[in-house]
């Protein structure tokens, strides 16, 4: 029989420049049992990738000199982890998202000001079913 991981073996890289955004929604998803890295620049998602190798990068869209999107195709052409899912995470508006999801070769998006519910609805979507 095949086993699927537990919530607490499911790594997720989340990558925002707002402290508060990075905090709150790292608390939440560590609550809901997700082994959580966060990282607040650009520059050491990479290292952190090939390190860690997290099943989920929530990538937030509006970082300071490189945008989210050409983070996200870089992470998808250098293909450090084949297996992992990126997420833009982001306040933009839908029409946006879907065009750069489309652009970047995203996973999917997720809107920044959802409540925490939809949010942990949105990231367990990501994972097959336990």
Known sequence: MNQVASKTSRRI????DEPFILSATAQLLRTAGYEVQTC??????????RDQEPHLVLLDYNMPNL???D???????NVIN?????VIFSSEPE?????TVRRCGADGYIKKNVAGHLLLNRV???FPAA
């Open 124 to 126: 367990n979507e990501v």
């Open 13 to 16: 890289l989340l990558v925002d």
């Open 40 to 49: 607040e620049q650009w520059a050491g998602v990479a290292s952190i990738v």
């Open 82 to 86: 084949p297996d992992m899912k990126i």
């Open 95 to 99: 029409d946006f998202l879907v065009e």
């Open 67 to 69: 945008k989210g999107d």
């Open 71 to 77: 983070l996200c195709a870089i992470l998808k052409r």
